[in-house]
C-alpha cells in the first residue's frame, strides 16, 4: 500500500509517495485547480494500492478532498497535531511543502484507523448555517453593550432585564423611551437600536430555519433528553458524518470526553482532556447540564456517582462521556436512516 501525503495551500499542493516503510517513492506539486487535481490522479494512478492522506485542513484542503473522493480515491484526514509530530521526529530539519508532506505521510502510516474523508452535504450545510447565525449574534451583542453605555449617559439608572434585548416588546418599549431625545448620542442609540432589532429579527428566521432542517435529518437525536435544536444542530455539523469515526470511542476522543491516563502506575488514575473538538464538547456539556436540571436518567447517574465520591465535577464529566456514547449511536441511527431515503442523500461539495 502507497501512502501519497499532501501538503495543501491556496496555489499549489504537494504531494509526497511513501511505502509501507515510509521511503519516499516520488513527489509531485500540481495547482490548486480542478486541473491540477486531475493531474494529481494520473499522476497517482502509477501506484496500484494507494490512499491519500491530507492534512485536515478543509478550507484549504475542501476540494482537493472531494475531487480525490469523485474519482474514486481513497482519502484519510491526519489531525494538525499528529502531522507536527512527525515532522519533529524525522532527519530533516526545517519546514519546506515537501517536508510537511512526507511528515503527513508517515504520520498517516502509523496511525491506524484515522477517519476517513467522505463527501460533505447536509452536515456542512447546517453547519454554515449555525456558524452564520453565531456571528449574527456576536455582532448583536456588540451593539447592546455599545446601546447600554448610551442608555448609561442618556437615561441613568435605567434598568433592562437580562436578555431583554433580543426580545420585540423590550425593543419597542425602549425605541419609545429614547424618542424624547435628542442630539449625536440619542441618534446613534436609536441607529444601534434600530440594528439590534433587524439583526433579532435575522437570527430568528436563521433559528427557525435550522430547526426545520434538524428534525428532517437527525430526528433521533432531537429525541434525546436535553438535546434542543440548535445544540442538535451544532453537533451534526461539528462531527460531519458519524461514520467516518471507526467506534464511539474514537467519536469520544474527538469531542473531549474521553479522559488521558495520567499515571504509568497501576492505579488506573486519568486526567482531563482538554484537546478534541471544544465546540462539540460544549454542546455536550449543554445536554449534560440539561439532563441534571431536569431530574432525569442524567440527574440519577451524577447522585450515584457523588454517592461513590465524586465531586459534582466530575460526575458531570463522566455523565458527559456517556451522553458522547449515546448520541454517537443515535448519529448514527439517522444516517442509516438518511442513506435509506434517497431524496435525503447528501449532495456532492
Known sequence: MVTLGADTHKATHTVVAIDEVGRPLGEVTVPATAAGHRELVAWASQFEERRFALEDVRHLSRRLEADLIKAGERVVRVPTRLMGQARRSGRTRGKSDSIDALATARAALREEHLPEAVLEGIERE??????????YVAERTRFENRLLWDLHELVPGYQIPPRALSRRKHLEHLGQVLSPFEGVVADVARERLEHIRQLTARINALESEIIRRVKEIAPTLLALQGCGGLTAAKIVGETAHAGRFHSSAAFARTNGTAPIPASSALNGRHRLNRGGNRQLNCALHRIAVTQVRMH?????????????????TEAIRALRRRISDEVFRRLLADERARSLTPACMPAAA
Do not use: M, P, S
Open 296 to 312: 432525569g436518567r442524567g440527574r440519577i447517574y451524577v447522585e450515584r456517582r457523588k454517592a461513590l465520591g465524586d465531586t459534582k
Open 126 to 135: 447546517l453547519r454554515i448555517l449555525v456558524d452564520h447565525r453565531e456571528d
